[in-house]
């Protein structure tokens, strides 16, 4: 169900319910409590006229001041009394409702009288609709003086006609305010319901866009925070899609060229030998020695693609062994050493004291080669690379400084990214755009520390960190 009926069906239930809640306790409660009220201030107006009594019956008042006092209460509580002395007859009676039980025609008075004496504690208490006027009626009896031998008898009779007309009334407020309640909020929640859900069909339908390849999409959260972030966390993932997308095409165009130039080569070397130079032994192994070195691009190219596939798959796991680090930089080292001497290059290595480290030499030694090369491949016109151990109470520092271009602090972040190259890296640079990011799977495979110091038009220096807990003392 879409999110905008639901948030409407919440809101309505929620107010139906209220109303259910408002009409029961109003109504239900309401009527009980006005009638329980109404019983008991008959009941408290019967005490005080049997209290009058008493004092009647003492001498304290006189039967004026009785009278005036039992009207007085009758008419504050919209009563009709009745007062018989213990003979039955009746000796006093106000009547302020007009329309008395206890008096006319249809009175039962001997009958209540007798309920009276038969009622365990002396009191009666009923409630009957009266015949002539439809109201309901309450009528309160007790005795009065001693209960065992009374003086007399008190009958009184309220009317619950203002219990019912204000339930009355109160009902009718309550249709009323229930009928524009529900409308208004009908009309509100949906309106709310529309304004809760636009933004999520808003965003997912740019993500429907986004799905289809349509980069350029915009995702707009706008009207609360949830929304708000989630819509900006997209955009952020639209935006490093998009930048894969970007990297993926030129890495196809970029290993595509790299792979044409020595295929072309091998092509054209091979067929040199067999039309030309088959029968020259010296010009055919300088022809042979070319198509070596083209065939050790290739598999290098394809070997960084495999590396990282592997790495990234996190199904490689680390082949820990112990060994020494300065003699492996050195070793390293040393297989740059054909293209040092062939193209002038000098890599200055200065190790610290003799270390033995605990970690993947396989792979350490393929993050050193890298630096190396990177740094070999950027370095400047003076062709000067170096290599650097430096034990520190951290761990084994190393460090492979070149004296090139230098990176800019921008693009410092980009580098160690898959497939990023500089737009402006030399042709003549072989490589995938995945060598640093070799570096990066593999040192953070080992848990270790790295990073990159650069200066635009002096060089960089990339680092990483053996940790002290690898390295043995
Ligand atoms: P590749 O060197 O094959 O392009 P890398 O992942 O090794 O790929 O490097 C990514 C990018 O980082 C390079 O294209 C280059 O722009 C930059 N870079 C790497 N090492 C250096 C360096 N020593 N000096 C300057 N730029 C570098």
Not at 72 to 92: G, K, M, P, Q, T
Not at 409 to 427: G, M, P, T, V
Request: aromatic share 10%; charged share 25%.
């Amino acid at each position: 169900m879409p999110l905008k009926f639901k948030v409407w069906m919440y809101f309505v239930s929620f107010t139906i319910m209220v109303f259910v809640l408002m009409w029961t306790f109003q109504i239900l409660f309401l009527e009980n409590f006005y009638e329980s009220m109404k019983t008991r201030a008959a009941e408290r107006s019967a005490n005080n006229i049997a209290e009058c009594y008493d004092e009647l019956q003492n001498g304290t008042i006189d039967a004026a001041e009785f009278k005036s006092r039992i009207e007085s209460i009758a008419l504050d509580n919209d009563l009709c009394v009745e007062i018989f002395d213990r003979y039955e007859r009746s000796r006093y009676s106000v009547e302020t409702l007009g329309d008395c039980l206890i008096h006319g025609k249809e009175n039962r008075t001997g009958v209540y009288l007798l309920n009276i004496l038969e009622s365990s504690d002396r009191t009666i208490r009923y409630t009957m609709k009266n015949p002539r006027s439809g109201y309901n009626m309450l009528l309160y009896g007790r005795t009065l003086g001693n209960k065992n031998n009374p003086s007399g008898y008190l009958l009184v009779n309220s009317a619950l006609v203002p219990v019912g007309s204000t339930v009355y009334i109160i009902k009718r407020q309550l249709m009323l305010i229930t009928i524009v309640l529900i409308v208004a909020a009908f009309v509100i929640s949906l309106f709310l319901s529309r304004r809760i859900a636009s933004p999520i069909a808003n965003i997912t339908k740019s993500a429907e866009n986004l799905a289809k390849g349509d980069f350029s999409t915009r995702f707009d959260g706008k009207g609360y925070l949830e929304a708000e972030k989630l819509a900006d966390m997209l955009t952020y993932a639209e935006k490093e899609l998009s930048r894969v997308d970007t990297m993926q095409r030129d890495l196809i165009a970029n290993v595509s060229h790299d792979l044409r130039t020595p295929l072309t080569m091998l092509k054209a070397y091979a067929e040199m030998i067999r039309d030309l130079s088959g029968d020259n032994p010296v010009k055919r192994n300088e022809h042979l020695e070319i198509i070596i070195n083209e065939t050790d691009r290739l598999s290098l190219m394809v070997n960084d693609i495999l590396d990282l596939s592997k790495l990234e798959s996190g199904k490689q796991k680390l082949n820990i062994s112990e060994f020494e680090i300065s003699s492996k930089l050195g070793e390293i080292i040393g297989r740059f050493k054909g293209i040092s001497e062939k193209m002038g290059y000098n890599i200055v290595f200065t190790p610290d004291t003799e270390k033995n480290v605990r970690c993947d030499v396989g792979k350490i030694e393929q993050v050193i080669y890298n630096l190396i090369n990177n740094a070999i491949n950027y370095t400047g016109e003076d062709k000067q690379v170096f290599v650097r151990q430096i034990n520190t109470p951290e761990g084994v520092l190393i460090e492979v400084e070149d004296t090139g271009e230098g990176i800019e602090e921008d693009k410092i972040k980009l580098i160690f990214d898959k497939y990023y190259r500089s737009e402006n890296h030399k042709r003549e640079v072989v490589g995938t755009g995945l060598g640093l990011s070799i570096v990066k799977a593999v040192l953070k495979l080992h848990n270790y520390d790295y990073g990159v110091r650069s200066t635009k038009g002096k060089g960089s220096t990339f680092w990483f960190r053996i940790s002290s807990q690898d390295v043995i003392e």
